[in-house]
């Protein structure tokens, strides 16, 4: 059973940074792509960054410039750096993972994590 588990949320001001992380564990032969989402209260979920296995990296507009998406292969972990918070960047986080079960389970199954809030606020 895989399982992805974020942290590194929390109370933040305005102008301040944050660092998420996401692990993931449980029967693994490969991850693929890596993507953090996030939904603010009231909206739809959406994508915020994305990171393949060998590093190529996209970002929302909005964020792009002030978030970094990066990931570690040997800790089966991403990460989500935020810096120069802004109220609207208030959501809650989710980690999303492809991840190949086998060496035949050539599509992988995608993945979610449970979530970690992030509130932006003076």
């Known amino acids: 059973q895989v399982q992805l588990v974020e942290s590194g949320g929390g109370l933040v001001q305005p102008g301040g940074s944050l660092r998420l992380s996401c692990v993931a564990s449980?029967?693994?032969?490969?991850?693929?792509?890596m993507r953090w989402y996030r939904q603010a209260p009231g909206k739809q979920r959406e994508w915020v960054a994305r990171?393949?296995?060998?590093?190529?990296?996209d970002h929302l507009d909005s964020v792009a410039g002030r978030f970094t998406i990066s990931r570690d292969n040997a800790k089966n972990t991403v990460y989500l750096q935020m810096n120069s918070l802004k109220p609207e960047d208030t959501a809650v986080y989710y980690c999303?993972?492809?991840?190949?079960?086998?060496?035949?389970?050539?599509?992988?199954?995608?993945?979610w994590g449970k979530g970690t809030l992030v509130t932006v606020s003076s």
């Open positions: 999303n993972a492809e991840i190949r079960e086998s060496l035949e389970d050539y599509y992988g199954t995608n993945y």
């Open positions: 990171i393949t296995r060998d590093g190529s990296t």
């Open positions: 449980g029967s693994m032969w490969r991850i693929n792509d």
